[in-house]
């Protein structure tokens, strides 16, 4: 008896998967072509066989903000950056451009990915692109920034449409919540002596 590892399984298992799907096609026959006699003919779609066609994929819609970390590596202070699509923001001498965001929906495996683009402009030195491309919030490591002095990463991105971005910075603060005074005993039970300690 021989013994298969999980690859060598996972292959052939595979390979069954294609053989039963090649015996259960069909070819369909072309019709005859038509008499010269006879009006030409529109050929019939094929019977679906219970499936769905294939679904057609969509362009995820990309996030209107990108929240990013900044550190400044010297001091070792970390500053939140907010960074509307398309308008460039500044941390230090950094530049940061947020191009497209994006974060998957709830139900799936979290993950925020970001096209980024970030300009070096140093007083004694003129402005350079130290960064062009994608950060992944899950791997920050991955595509990271290049400098000696600070950092930048992707932490999250706001996939809601720019109408509820306004609405939500635009929304009052809440309410400050009054606590009873001690005069108000209404409906409180009073605690047995020595609770608590």
Same mark, same amino acid.
Request: proline share 16%.
């Given at each position: 008896?021989?013994?298969?590892?999980?690859?060598?399984?996972?292959?052939?298992?595979?390979?069954?998967?294609?053989?039963?799907?090649?015996?259960?096609?069909?070819?369909?026959?072309?019709? #005859?072509?038509?008499?010269?006699?006879?009006?030409?003919?529109?050929?019939? #779609?094929?019977?679906?066989?219970?499936?769905?066609?294939?679904?057609?994929?969509?362009?995820?819609?990309?996030?209107?903000?990108?929240?990013?970390?900044?550190?400044?590596?010297?001091? *070792?202070?970390?500053?939140?950056?907010?960074?509307?699509?398309?308008?460039?923001?500044?941390?230090?001498?950094?530049?940061?451009?947020?191009?497209?965001?994006?974060?998957?929906?709830?139900?799936?495996?979290?993950?925020?990915?970001?096209?980024?683009?970030?300009?070096?402009?140093? #007083?004694?030195?003129?402005?350079?692109?130290?960064?062009?491309?994608?950060?992944?919030?899950?791997?920050?490591?991955?595509?990271?920034?290049?400098?000696?002095?600070?950092? =930048?990463?992707?932490?999250?991105?706001?996939?809601?449409?720019?109408?509820?971005?306004?609405?939500?910075?635009?929304?009052?603060?809440?309410?400050?919540?009054?606590?009873?005074?001690?005069?108000?005993?209404? *409906? =409180?039970?009073?605690? #047995?002596?020595?609770?608590?300690?």
């Amino acid at each position: 008896m021989r013994i298969l590892t999980p690859a060598c399984a996972g292959l052939a298992l595979a390979a069954l998967a294609v053989a039963a799907y090649a015996q259960s096609a069909t070819v369909p026959i072309a019709p #005859p072509p038509p008499s010269d006699s006879s009006p030409p003919s529109i050929p019939a #779609p094929p019977p679906l066989d219970g499936e769905a066609p294939p679904a057609i994929p969509v362009a995820p819609q990309g996030g209107t903000v990108l929240q990013m970390r900044g550190l400044d590596k010297i001091t *070792g202070r970390p500053t939140n950056v907010t960074a509307p699509i398309g308008k460039p923001v500044r941390f230090a001498t950094l530049t940061i451009t947020a191009r497209f965001c994006y974060s998957t929906p709830p139900s799936e495996t979290p993950e925020t990915a970001a096209f980024v683009q970030v300009e070096d402009h140093r #007083p004694d030195q003129p402005a350079r692109k130290i960064f062009s491309g994608w950060m992944y919030a899950s791997s920050p490591g991955l595509n990271g920034v290049e400098h000696p002095l600070y950092d =930048v990463w992707v932490l999250s991105c706001n996939n809601a449409p720019p109408s509820a971005v306004a609405a939500a910075s635009s929304a009052p603060a809440p309410a400050k919540v009054k606590a009873p005074d001690s005069s108000d005993r209404e *409906g =409180v039970a009073a605690l #047995p002596e020595g609770a608590g300690q």
